[in-house]
């Protein structure tokens, strides 16, 4: 586990060097990917897979396509590997309280799931989830291969249809329900910025020059989907959208029915880092209680 450590806190140190040196948003992007390229070595020795001339990642039965050798997706890989699948492959998918606050003090964005004498957050076979911001799908493999059924929205057309072929290689107990769309407060069409990495840090609300172009997509509620899809309950939900969580929970009249389990288990996982989260919970949405990988941030 030390080898992940260094390769993830190597990849911070670099990035505030090159913050502190004044380097160019290109120039910052390209030695991350350089260091991602290096770090993702050993998850390939681990997890890469080939069958029929096809590459791909079999990570305890959750398959994912192996774009690693993309300097548009690797980045995002990387992060995907470390964020959702530590503790699942290394920790035997044992979210208790002192495995997630181990890892979670170096990961990125942290794991997605929490135990303790109090909470019993994490995915269980039979589930219906929602995988807010799914991206290629790796959290929706790992959530599938569990025996739950993943609804999985992934507003960008490219990133959805890897997305796409996600759900085609995982023939599991569960199953991935691709949505072209994204989640908000209501249904609208508007323009996303498009991250240059391809890391997943796509945002509606978030510009900056690493977002050199942009898409317009189209946005539903989970009130919506819900009616339209005769949803009769939701039993965990994991949003990562780049700072507009608050609406995707804000504005929804059936929310809180929908949710079958008590609400002291929680099943919403936002991964934000301490300042978005901060702005997040500074007014409470509801009874829902919202989910950071910082354990110091749990809303009890």
Not at 13 to 19: I, Q, S, T, Y
Not at 104 to 124: H, M, N, T
Not at 167 to 185: C, E, Y
Not at 284 to 298: A, E, G
Request: overall charge neutral; glycine content about 4%.
């Amino acid at each position: 586990m030390n080898t992940k450590v260094n390769s993830t806190n190597l990849i911070n140190v670099l990035k505030r060097v090159a913050r502190a040196l004044g380097l160019s948003e290109n120039l910052k992007t390209a030695v991350w990917r350089l260091m991602a390229f290096r770090s993702i070595r050993k998850y390939k020795k681990l997890w890469l897979r080939e069958e029929n001339g096809e590459k791909y990642f079999d990570i305890n039965g959750a398959k994912l396509p192996d774009l690693s050798d993309s300097p548009y997706y690797v980045t995002g890989l990387l992060l995907a590997f470390e964020d959702v699948y530590t503790i699942p492959y290394f920790y035997n998918d044992d979210y208790s309280k002192s495995n997630v606050e181990k890892v979670d003090s170096y990961l990125i964005e942290g794991p997605y799931g929490y135990r303790d004498e109090a909470f019993d957050v994490d995915v269980k076979k039979g589930d219906a989830v929602i995988d807010a911001g799914a991206w290629i799908g790796d959290f929706s493999a790992y959530a599938a291969n569990k025996g739950a059924t993943v609804y999985a929205f992934e507003p960008v057309e490219s990133t959805y249809q890897i997305l796409c072929k996600t759900q085609a290689m995982n023939n599991t107990a569960g199953k991935i329900v691709p949505v072209a769309k994204g989640l908000s407060d209501r249904e609208m069409h508007v323009d996303i910025a498009i991250s240059e990495n391809k890391s997943g840090s796509n945002s509606t609300i978030i510009t900056d020059s690493s977002h050199n172009s942009s898409e317009t997509i189209t946005l539903t509620t989970i009130d919506r989907f819900a009616e339209e899809n005769k949803l009769e309950r939701v039993d965990f939900i994991k949003a990562d959208i780049e700072g507009a969580e608050r609406e995707c929970f804000a504005a929804q009249q059936m929310f809180c029915g929908l949710l079958r389990r008590n609400l002291q288990s929680a099943p919403i996982i936002c991964p934000t880092t301490r300042k978005s989260w901060s702005k997040l919970s500074r007014k409470p949405i509801r009874n829902i209680k919202l989910f950071t990988h910082d354990t110091s941030y749990l809303q009890r």
